[in-house]
């Protein structure tokens, strides 16, 4: 089937060709390399990937997207980006720069498992332009990632068919050059794809039928015994891409809802971060350490004397969020300008982590190994030099330690910052 021009699913691989984009690497950090690197639910010691530590031999590396893919996505053909601890795509307008950011998140959320229409209400767009139909009017995209752990890396791959019905009509997960689970459209009349993945045992394969419509790779869990040595391997490779995918946290603060008092509620920051007042009301009291640490960036980043960040409760039962400015009447957060509610909500999302946003967190994974991947379209909109300055600071100096990772678009005055400060990768889509 011919979806984004001369497409089959015979054209997923792990080895997607080379991107054409500049990319600028000045000494970027990530989480270091061990020689007792943890076993995975295979029981196998994996072939590389980054390691960390824990109690659950599965869970003990963090796993994180290392490499984006964009086969054929709305503007962008045979795009393969490397993901560092902080990575920013820049280029001018129309680069692509929000598309990428966009096929992340769209990953995140199929791993997440939410539907395929919820992800892509306008799926059409995404169809490279130039794209053809085939005789049947079909016409779709192509996406993957890779993403490391205590298994290695990873690959995911999407075939989408956008028309004339959106449906997942091809995946592919690899890993350590071996094939684990496949689909394919069989039966266009039909709501399911043909899956089948390694076994390993009597049968080499078991096939299945799979709903069209979800991540074939974030139901495996469900389908899968779990009782040969491929199942197992089967599952820790699925369970590692799920867990690396569902870490993403799409950030973007409107500041236009953020100044009004809130009513407290459970303290979870919400994608627009409508409700700051309220998760500062929460950090306040129970994580005071990151709460004096943000009262800080505050001070870095807002106009004027800044000598700490509080809160306070008014009659109405709502809360509002204030800097206190030592001697001087407090400023309400709703007194400050775009750029600085921006700032600080980004900030806030950098030092709080997983357990302070509104994100699909994982029940089994241990909260100590709770990772974030802050995502971040426009990082530096309205902000001025300095906010940018400090904010990359503050990003490459958490993102050393593994826990958290972010990837995000910036302008060009921006990216000049972000090739000058260590620990960044910057990706042009000009070249």
């Given at each position: 089937?011919d979806?984004?021009?001369?497409?089959?699913?015979?054209?997923?691989?792990s080895?997607?060709?080379?991107?054409?984009?500049?990319?600028?690497?000045?000494?970027?950090?990530?989480p270091?390399?061990s020689?007792?690197?943890?076993?995975?639910?295979?029981?196998?010691?994996?072939?590389?990937?980054?390691?960390?530590?824990?109690?659950?031999?599965?869970?003990?590396?963090?796993p994180?997207?290392?490499?984006?893919?964009?086969?054929?996505?709305?503007?962008?053909?045979?795009?393969?980006?490397?993901?560092?601890p902080?990575?920013?795509?820049a280029?001018?307008?129309?680069?692509?720069?929000?598309?990428?950011?966009?096929?992340?998140e769209?990953?995140?959320?199929?791993?997440?498992?939410?539907?395929?229409?919820?992800?892509?209400?306008?799926?059409?767009?995404?169809?490279?332009e130039?794209?053809?139909?085939?005789?049947?009017?079909?016409?779709?995209?192509?996406?993957?990632?890779?993403?490391?752990?205590?298994?290695?890396?990873?690959?995911?791959?999407?075939?989408?068919?956008?028309?004339?019905?959106?449906?997942?009509?091809?995946?592919?997960?690899?890993?350590?050059g071996?094939?684990?689970?496949?689909?394919?459209?069989?039966?266009?009349?039909?709501?399911?794809v043909?899956?089948?993945?390694?076994?390993?045992?009597?049968?080499?394969?078991?096939?299945?039928?799979?709903?069209?419509?979800?991540?074939?790779?974030?139901?495996?869990?469900?389908r899968?015994?779990?009782?040969?040595?491929?199942?197992?391997?089967?599952?820790?490779?699925a369970?590692?891409?799920?867990?690396?995918?569902?870490?993403?946290?799409?950030?973007?603060?409107?500041?236009?809802?953020?100044?009004?008092?809130?009513?407290?509620g459970?303290?979870?920051?919400?994608?627009?971060?409508?409700?700051l007042a309220?998760?500062?009301?929460?950090?306040?009291?129970?994580?005071?350490?990151?709460?004096?640490r943000?009262?800080?960036?505050?001070?870095?980043?807002?106009?004027?004397?800044?000598?700490?960040?509080?809160?306070?409760?008014?009659?109405?039962?709502?809360v509002?969020?204030?800097l206190?400015r030592?001697?001087?009447?407090?400023?309400?957060?709703?007194?400050?300008?775009?750029?600085?509610?921006?700032?600080?909500?980004?900030?806030?999302?950098?030092?709080?982590?997983?357990?302070?946003?509104?994100?699909?967190?994982?029940?089994?994974?241990?909260?100590?190994?709770?990772?974030?991947?802050?995502?971040?379209?426009?990082?530096?909109?309205?902000?001025?030099?300095?906010?940018?300055?400090?904010?990359?600071?503050?990003?490459?100096g958490?993102?050393?330690?593994?826990?958290?990772?972010?990837?995000?678009?910036?302008?060009?005055?921006?990216?000049?910052?972000?090739?000058?400060?260590?620990?960044v990768?910057?990706?042009?889509?000009?070249?």
């Amino acid at each position: 089937m011919d979806l984004t021009g001369g497409f089959t699913l015979d054209h997923l691989s792990s080895a997607a060709p080379s991107s054409r984009a500049r990319v600028s690497v000045p000494e970027a950090r990530g989480p270091a390399a061990s020689e007792n690197r943890p076993r995975g639910r295979s029981g196998r010691r994996p072939e590389g990937g980054p390691a960390g530590e824990g109690e659950d031999g599965g869970l003990r590396a963090r796993p994180a997207v290392t490499e984006l893919r964009l086969s054929a996505f709305a503007g962008h053909r045979a795009a393969v980006h490397a993901l560092g601890p902080v990575t920013l795509f820049a280029g001018p307008s129309g680069s692509g720069k929000s598309t990428t950011l966009r096929a992340y998140e769209a990953l995140a959320r199929l791993g997440a498992g939410d539907p395929l229409g919820e992800v892509f209400p306008d799926a059409a767009d995404c169809v490279p332009e130039r794209a053809r139909p085939d005789a049947q009017g079909r016409r779709g995209f192509r996406i993957g990632c890779t993403v490391d752990g205590p298994e290695g890396p990873v690959h995911l791959d999407l075939a989408v068919q956008a028309e004339p019905r959106l449906r997942i009509v091809g995946e592919r997960l690899t890993g350590r050059g071996r094939t684990l689970l496949a689909t394919a459209l069989r039966d266009p009349g039909r709501t399911t794809v043909q899956a089948e993945w390694h076994t390993a045992g009597s049968t080499p394969v078991t096939r299945a039928p799979l709903p069209d419509d979800l991540l074939g790779t974030a139901l495996l869990p469900l389908r899968v015994a779990g009782k040969t040595p491929g199942q197992l391997e089967v599952l820790a490779a699925a369970e590692q891409v799920v867990i690396g995918l569902r870490s993403a946290f799409a950030c973007d603060p409107r500041p236009e809802r953020m100044r009004a008092p809130v009513l407290p509620g459970e303290g979870r920051l919400r994608r627009g971060c409508g409700n700051l007042a309220e998760v500062l009301h929460r950090t306040h009291t129970d994580c005071p350490r990151r709460h004096h640490r943000l009262a800080t960036m505050a001070g870095a980043g807002c106009a004027g004397s800044v000598t700490g960040l509080a809160v306070q409760e008014l009659p109405e039962g709502t809360v509002r969020a204030v800097l206190e400015r030592g001697g001087r009447p407090a400023t309400p957060l709703g007194r400050l300008g775009d750029g600085e509610l921006r700032y600080l909500a980004l900030a806030l999302t950098l030092l709080t982590g997983p357990g302070v946003l509104a994100m699909d967190r994982i029940a089994e994974v241990p909260d100590a190994m709770q990772s974030l991947t802050l995502l971040a379209d426009g990082l530096d909109r309205g902000l001025d030099g300095r906010q940018v300055s400090e904010l990359l600071g503050l990003a490459t100096g958490i993102a050393a330690d593994g826990h958290v990772r972010v990837a995000g678009t910036v302008g060009d005055r921006a990216a000049g910052e972000a090739r000058r400060t260590p620990g960044v990768t910057v990706v042009d889509l000009s070249v």
